[in-house]
């Protein structure tokens, strides 16, 4: 039920359609200006529980149960549950999935994520392996900091190029028919090197990334800009968006008019002190569980091409010397045509 188009991109004959959603957010996100969009905030960064880590697990269940009762599902009704973090082995959500006994599919694309997540579960309903199927994935700054670059409680000074890692998680629950938003096509990223060393410089390590993706999906579908209603990447911030924006125009392509970045829309940057604007796995799942979704279904928008980025590193390789990988997966998004 699927056309190949080139290496990477696919187009589902038999769409999934996004059945429910659900964003879970923290303190910062409930004060920036997509909070009405939340179906849950938090002004307790532990969610009630010990440690950080177990507030990150207990934001996905919190994610996965709201977008469940929003579908009148139960976790026996999804096949398969698709999902990960930015934490070492995953375990902010194989924790917070282990009480829910829905077969599991651990990811890790960084803060691509959510798409990698979104086109995988999409590909296995199309190819009529799954009937339902959730894609969810979170992040949280305090875990992040812990574990990337310096804990909290040091208060080390950021460079203006960093991002704030999104407290956030977002699910969406797939499945074969209903009025929802449709994801149509799909396409999978390479990895993407050009050399950056700064963990503190996210939005330039995953820039390029972004452009390879929607360079490559543009000419596979034979669409560019003036073909889709909004252009979401994933939390490259300011200096990202630029980047990218930059990068098109160099080849006589002008993105300014179609183009956002997460990393730009869920906090205000000036009043909030975001620097270079928002990050982390959370950050492309809430804007797209809440806000974009929520938009395209009351109108808003009708065709979306949703590009969440990610960087591919570790501490360990940072400690290293070594540069970072980007990614980035692209998936689009329709509403159906009204009878």
């Known amino acids: 039920m699927q056309k190949r188009l080139g290496r990477q991109t696919v187009v589902l004959e038999r769409p999934s359609v996004i059945l429910s959603h659900a964003a879970v957010g923290g303190k910062q996100e409930g004060e920036g200006p997509l909070s009405a969009y939340f179906d ?4 307790d960064s532990f969610f009630g529980e010990k440690t950080w880590e177990k507030a990150e697990s207990a934001m996905q269940k919190i994610a996965l149960s709201k977008a469940l009762e929003k579908a009148t599902l139960s976790p026996e009704d999804l096949d398969y549950i698709l999902a ?5 082995q995953c375990i902010g959500t194989s ?7 829905i077969p599991f599919y651990g990811l890790y694309g960084a803060c691509s994520t959510m ?4 086109a995988l579960g999409s590909l296995l309903i199309s190819g009529g ?16 900091e812990r574990q990337y670059r310096m804990p909290v409680p040091y208060g080390s000074q950021r460079t203006p190029t960093a991002q704030w890692t999104a407290t956030a998680a977002g699910c969406v629950i797939l499945g074969c028919e209903g009025p929802g938003p449709r994801v149509t096509t799909v396409t999978c990223g390479k990895i993407v090197d050009q050399g950056i060393t700064d963990a503190n410089n996210m939005g ?3 820039a390029p990334a972004a452009y390879d993706t929607l360079t490559t999906h543009f000419a596979a579908t034979g669409t560019g800009p003036a073909d889709y209603d909004l252009i979401l990447t994933g939390d490259l911030g300011l200096l990202g968006h630029q980047i990218v924006t930059d990068l098109f125009a160099r080849d006589g392509v002008d ?3 179609k183009y956002q970045d997460c990393g730009m829309l869920l906090y205000d940057i000036q009043k909030q002190d975001m620097h270079a604007g928002a990050s982390g796995c959370g950050c492309a799942a809430s804007v797209l569980c809440g806000y974009l979704l929520r938009e395209m279904e009351e109108g808003r928008w009708r065709r979306v091409l949703f590009a969440p980025t990610g960087a591919l590193l570790s501490p360990t390789s940072s400690f290293q010397g070594e540069s970072i990988p980007g990614i980035c997966h692209a998936v689009t998004l329709e509403m159906p045509e009204k009878e």
């Open 40 to 43: 849950h905030l938090c002004a």
């Open 115 to 118: 798409g990698e997540s979104l």
């Open 204 to 206: 330039a390590a995953m």
């Open 95 to 101: 924790f917070g999935l282990r009480d829910f006994n």
């Open 255 to 257: 993105l300014s008019q």
């Open 84 to 88: 990960g973090d930015l934490l070492n």
């Open 129 to 144: 392996c799954a009937e339902k199927a959730g894609a969810m994935t979170s992040s949280h700054f305090c875990t992040a």
